[in-house]
């Protein structure tokens, strides 16, 4: 059985026979690339495979021709023609001021330096001044050969500091500055690929550059990094014998790229290596507070991220000075798309929460920041689900009010609720599904759209909430006859209705019954 790569971005120590790692195959799509174009970006979220794919870039321009015998490039590539690499990766360093930037840059341009045997004197006030441009033609020179040069995690030191805008524009400008001359080196260069998180404007970070192609949202290139699940059953089938593979989808697949949906292959990695154990690996390994800082901004209503729907141009409009949270999140892996939409020949793209690792874990996320429970979280975790199992309407109610009640007083009077009722509703939709309950909000249906369906193990809930309004809740749900969505379903349906009260920003009415003929009647 071969070995679990996790965490290995070298393509020759996965390669190693001595080593006998397991090892997905995207020379076809490395040679696809080389093929049609000189210059690419590419934008994937964190842990997706973008620096061992820049790797394996590097080992098919340097002719390392040993290393690919059985894979798909092998009798596709010239292996006598070699060409000098050049690799900048901004994956590690302290670039929380302007100093440690300057120093990372500088520590890159020396590495490669050193790499390429060049004799380049980095002291110099002309090297200095242009010192990214000067290691591009002395590497020409030396090697009488078009350079490679290829670009991991272009944008760290900017996304280091996203929750500070000043020190973040300084990163951007030096960048910009150090970028700029790919541009005009042009003559230099045979390729260039530059991999990031975050899709920041042409404009802003390469200027000039326009023969940059993005191929992030490009079908031919969609499982450029990722496994898709023929992948999985193929090169890892050995490990997952009597494994749940609907589940599996279920909780790790759904990155959506316009061709088939792939997995994070550090989730894929992690999970085989725990004996298949469903856990948050991903997740885990990240710290996603800086979707906090947004989302204070922002004031965004929770739910709606599986009700989004977007242009091209939200998705492409990033920068310092205007992030979107629909763009973050979708850059940094915590949305989606779920298709592509044609409004009258303009295309909008409706998004989604990928799968179950990541829905329960951003509800987990937006729940602490919604909620202030001071470590009492797990009974009334408890509480919550006992109500659901038992269709305990008093038991929950309790508890919901009781949630209430933890909020801080502060969410109120900086103005980060905009709109009571959608608070409330993101309240209870981010507890219920960090949990894990299948729960949906702006649930539609013929007559309109339910505020949240919660599907019990047993039974189904029909929610609606108010404010400042007692009684109408509940009627609404009559009125609209939510239920009859439900009733062919074979469960027990209940009708739930809660106020909420502006001045005590708590329950004020909570009124339930089982849904039953009765029930159609006014």
């Known amino acids: 059985m071969k070995k679990l790569p996790i965490g290995i971005a070298t393509f020759s120590k996965i390669r190693d026979t001595d080593e006998n790692y397991a090892y997905v195959d995207k020379t076809d799509i490395a040679n696809h690339l080389i093929e049609n174009g000189s210059y690419y970006f590419l934008s994937r979220p964190r842990r997706f495979g973008k620096s061992l794919f820049l790797d394996t870039l590097a080992e098919i321009f340097q002719g390392n021709k040993e290393l690919f015998e059985g ?167 050995e490990r997952l014998k009597g494994v749940d593979l ?42 996603p507070s800086f979707l906090i800082e947004k989302l204070k901004e922002q004031n965004y209503y929770l739910p709606d991220l599986e009700n989004i729907k977007v242009g091209q141009e939200t998705l492409d409009c990033f920068d310092v000075d205007k992030i979107d949270i629909v763009a973050l999140l979708w850059q940094t892996g915590y949305l989606t798309f779920d298709k592509k939409l044609d409004f009258a020949g303009k295309i909008r793209y409706k998004m989604k929460v990928p799968n179950l690792e990541i829905l329960n874990s951003l509800n987990t996320l937006f729940f602490d920041y919604l909620i202030d429970l001071n470590g009492d979280k797990g009974h009334k975790e408890t509480a919550i689900l006992e109500s659901l199992l038992e269709n ?66 047993n039974s189904t809930w029909i929610i609606e909430f108010k404010v400042d309004s007692p009684d109408s809740a509940i009627k609404q749900i009559k009125e609209k006859r939510y239920f009859e969505k439900y009733q062919d379903e074979g469960m027990d349906i209940y009708l739930v209705g809660i106020s909420f009260d502006s001045e005590s920003k708590n329950i004020s009415d909570f009124v339930w019954e089982q849904y039953n003929d009765k029930s159609q009647e006014l």
């Open 71 to 237: 894979l798909a490039v092998y009798d596709k590539w010239d292996w006598k023609q070699k060409y000098p690499v050049i690799r900048i990766s901004f994956g590690s360093g302290d670039f929380k001021n302007e100093e440690g930037i300057k120093s990372k840059i500088r520590s890159i341009i020396i590495n490669n330096a050193e790499e390429l045997s060049l004799d380049l004197d980095i002291e110099s006030p002309t090297v200095r001044d242009d010192i990214f441009g000067t290691l591009l033609k002395h590497t020409y020179k030396k090697y009488k050969q078009k350079v490679v040069v290829l670009i991991d995690e272009y944008d760290k030191p900017v996304l280091d500091n996203i929750s500070n805008k000043e020190q973040a524009l300084i990163a951007r400008d030096m960048l910009k500055n150090f970028y700029s001359a790919i541009k005009d080196s042009d003559r230099y260069i045979r390729f260039v690929f530059i991999t990031g998180v975050s899709k920041f404007s042409k404009m802003n970070l390469f200027s000039g550059l326009n023969n940059l192609e993005d191929i992030t949202l490009k079908k031919d290139y969609a499982t450029i990094t990722g496994y898709t699940h023929k992948n999985l059953k193929d090169v890892f089938g």
């Open 246 to 287: 609907e589940k599996v989808k279920k909780w790790y697949n759904g990155y959506n790229y316009f061709g088939d949906p792939i997995y994070n292959p550090f989730d894929i990695l992690l999970f085989l290596s725990n004996d298949c154990e469903f856990q948050n690996y991903w997740w885990g390994t990240g710290n």
């Open 392 to 457: 305990d309407f008093e038991k929950f109610k309790v508890t919901l009010t009781s949630l209430f009640a933890s909020i801080p007083y502060n969410n109120y009077t900086n103005n980060l609720i905009a709109n009571y009722e959608g608070y409330y509703s993101s309240v209870v939709f981010t507890f219920l599904a960090s949990l894990g309950f299948d729960v949906v909000a702006e649930d539609t249906t013929n007559r309109g759209r339910i505020d949240l369906t919660i599907k019990a193990p």
